[in-house]
């Protein structure tokens, strides 16, 4: 920064004048920053125009729908025993249910004990523990089988089959038990598509059948030409010989964690690097050295107590470590009946699973049924989530119950079952039966509450249009858009006060703060006044209203609002706001609702403006707008060169940067120019002093 120092020859005050210069060459730069100022609160005004009409046009978009047109109420005579909705497309209808002679019911079974041990007296399941880990004290009569539950969920590519990769030494259970043979794996492999269940089979699958073939050889599973498509999520559920889970450790470890536990330890081999251990609970190598410790209920191994191999330290890394075991595992299948037809869901149990875990896994399943666990009286309950009877005319097979772990701990399939009855009821003379006790009439939704004789009387339902919530709507619409057009209007016919332009800096340090919000207030003012594009859509808009509607649909008594009680108010001040005539709209809705509803939303598919409904008029135009507004002005997401104002408002940019870089040359210019003249005065000034001194000799 060069420093200015003037007035030391001349004793003129230099910077002040400059200054004062300076203020003149900036007059130019002040008109430039407050044109822009000036754009930049045109272009804010448009904005909020343009999203005032955004809030008419969702009203519009609300307007489209036939609910504003088709409001319907019920009346009960006793809602204590029945009660009803309609909905927009219920009919004007009454209704007289004289008898329920029985309501509706989910069908349900309870089992016996859960619990059963030893002692006496017994000891009542832990819902929160492992099945395991209560296997002798409280489900003693629960048989384990042996193996690893495991689950996968392949994408197909395309085609008719999917690789399905278990682990090296693993395999799927074969079940010996099992007729016809090549159904060996239905007991133990559980496949669906998208949730569609197949059979899983050795031959060759028959198409149709949904049946899907398992290789255990090639580890694929083919399905019937056509029935696997692309991107199709195939689910596998399925029991393995065993687990083998082999791992290169990372980092250097201590602990070993299996991916499954309550394992069985008689089973549990253990491969470090190249040793190979069978390990229990407490293990030891060739030289009668405890080598590691095996937690069966977490899972966990403990690889550095005593272990001789590495002198006491963790595993090193890159170390592979394979473990092979199995558990203890049992089998449940639910079937329901239920309103999407038959519904089968298999599950397996493992041993590390808590009663709380299978009750969670069943009730989120689509088997359509709850379980409950009560340690009051330590039994289950099972109850189909849909009331009624889907199982045809048969009894007693609402819910079938089967496996080992029904047969060990719900014991519910031998346990008789009740409800799962429909509603019977007699409606206008017509006995008749439901599924459910709601269920729907001509678009009447009623509810049946309680049962009741033809004794103690009928219960009378009356749909009818609900003229008021009709009337509401209608109302709500005229309402917002008169607030809309009160705006528009005030906007476009603001005074415009053309001396009060946009305060430089200058300005500002002269006034008040009440002062500057006085003086913007005038100077905002009218910027948009009699703008082109708001006033046309005010003129559009009242075309869009006052023009009638001639359609299909509509009624010669109803083509203009004027008809239904929709006017002008008679104030021109106003600018074209409507007014309603309550009595004379009602009127209208009540004697001929449709009529009402084609003046405002019919002829949606008319490519003639006489045809068209009020409403998609005014959505056209309000669209129209809108497109055109934000070409001008844009929107908080648009770029300066994407719409007209900003494209302004960039050029004045650049020029108020390349006249403040011309002020700048302006400036040292003066300055260079004094800094001269003072020079010129020093040196005129010795040179006098000089020729004092000569003459003065």
């Known amino acids: 920064m060069v420093l200015r120092v003037g007035g030391m020859a001349s004793g003129m005050d230099t910077e002040s004048i400059i200054k004062d210069l300076m203020k003149a060459e900036r007059i130019p730069l002040d008109k430039l920053k407050q044109k822009k100022q000036t754009l930049e609160w045109q272009r804010d005004d448009y904005r909020a125009m343009n999203t005032l009409l955004l809030d008419f046009r969702t009203e519009l978009t609300q307007m489209k729908l036939t609910s504003k047109y088709r409001s319907s109420s019920v009346t009960t005579s006793n809602e204590s025993r029945v009660t009803a909705t309609a909905a927009t497309s219920a009919a004007q209808a009454s209704y007289s249910i004289s008898e329920v002679e029985q309501l509706a019911s989910a069908a349900y079974r309870v089992g016996s004990s859960v619990s059963s041990s030893p002692s006496t007296p017994v000891v009542k399941v832990d819902a ?264 045809g005319l048969e009894t007693d097979k609402e819910m079938q119950i089967s496996g080992g772990f029904d047969s060990g701990v719900l014991h519910l399939s031998n346990a008789a079952e009740a409800g799962g009855e429909n509603a019977k009821f007699t409606i206008n003379g017509l006995k008749t039966e439901r599924q459910s006790n709601t269920f729907e009439m001509s678009g009447v939704s009623i509810t049946l509450k309680t049962e009741f004789t033809t004794a103690d009387g009928p219960v009378n339902l009356s749909v009818s249009k609900d003229s008021n919530a009709i009337y509401d709507n209608i109302k709500g619409f005229i309402d917002k858009y008169n607030t809309l057009i009160v705006a528009i209007s005030k906007k476009t016919s603001e005074e415009r006060y053309r001396t009060y332009t946009p305060l430089t800096d200058d300005q500002r340090e002269q006034l008040s703060d009440k002062q500057q919000e006085q003086w913007e207030e005038k100077a905002k003012s009218g910027l948009l006044r009699r703008d082109p594009l708001l006033t046309g859509v005010l003129n559009s808009m009242r075309s869009n209203f006052s023009q009638p509607v001639s359609n299909s649909e509509t009624s010669a008594m109803y083509q203009q609002l004027a008809t239904i009680g929709i006017t002008t108010t008679a104030n021109y001040l106003e600018g074209g706001k409507l007014e309603i005539n309550e009595a004379k709209l009602k009127e209208a809705i009540n004697t001929n609702p449709n009529a009402v509803e084609a003046l405002f939303r019919g002829g949606s598919d008319s490519s003639s403006v006489g045809e068209k409904g009020i409403i998609h008029r005014l959505y056209e135009t309000v669209n129209g707008t809108m497109d055109k507004l934000k070409e001008r002005a844009g929107n908080s997401f648009s770029t300066s060169q994407q719409f007209t104002l900003g494209r302004q408002l960039s050029t004045i940019d650049n020029s108020i940067d390349r006249f403040e870089d011309r002020l700048i040359q302006v400036e040292d210019r003066y300055w260079k120019q004094f800094t001269a003249m003072e020079k010129a005065m020093q040196q005129a000034n010795s040179q006098s002093s000089y020729l004092m001194q000569q003459f003065s000799m």
């Open 128 to 391: 929160s523990k492992t099945l395991e880990s209560q296997k002798a004290s409280s489900l003693n009569s629960l048989t384990w089988q042996q193996g690893a539950v495991g689950s996968q969920s392949i994408t197909s590519t395309g085609g008719n089959s999917v690789d399905f990769k278990l682990n090296a030494g693993e395999a799927i259970k074969e079940d010996s038990l099992v007729t016809p043979a090549e159904e060996k794996f239905s007991k133990t492999m559980f496949v669906s598509v998208d949730g569609k269940k197949f059979k899983v089979v050795t031959d060759a699958p028959t198409a149709g059948q949904n049946e899907v073939q398992y290789d255990p050889t090639s580890g694929k599973l083919n399905f019937a030409s056509g029935e696997l498509a692309a991107n199709a999520t195939v689910k596998v559920d399925y029991v393995t010989n065993k687990r083998v889970q082999q791992t290169t450790l990372t980092a250097a470890v201590s602990t070993f964690q299996l991916d499954r536990k309550e394992i069985n330890q008689a089973d549990f081999k253990l491969k470090v690097g190249v040793d190979t251990f069978s390990i229990e609970s407490a293990t030891t190598n060739e030289k009668g050295e405890r080598v590691a410790q095996l937690s069966s209920g977490k899972g966990t191994v403990n690889l550095t107590t005593g272990l001789v191999t590495f002198s006491g330290t963790p595993i090193p890394k890159d170390t592979v470590i394979t473990a092979e075991f199995n558990q203890n595992y049992s089998d449940l299948s639910i079937k329901s009946y239920t309103s999407k037809g038959e519904v089968t869901e298999n599950f397996f149990i493992q041993s590390s699973d808590s009663l709380n875990q299978v009750i969670s896994r069943v009730n989120n399943s689509n088997a359509g049924v709850s379980l409950v666990y009560d340690s009051f009286s330590d039994k289950m309950s099972i109850t189909r989530k849909e009331t009624g009877n889907y199982n």
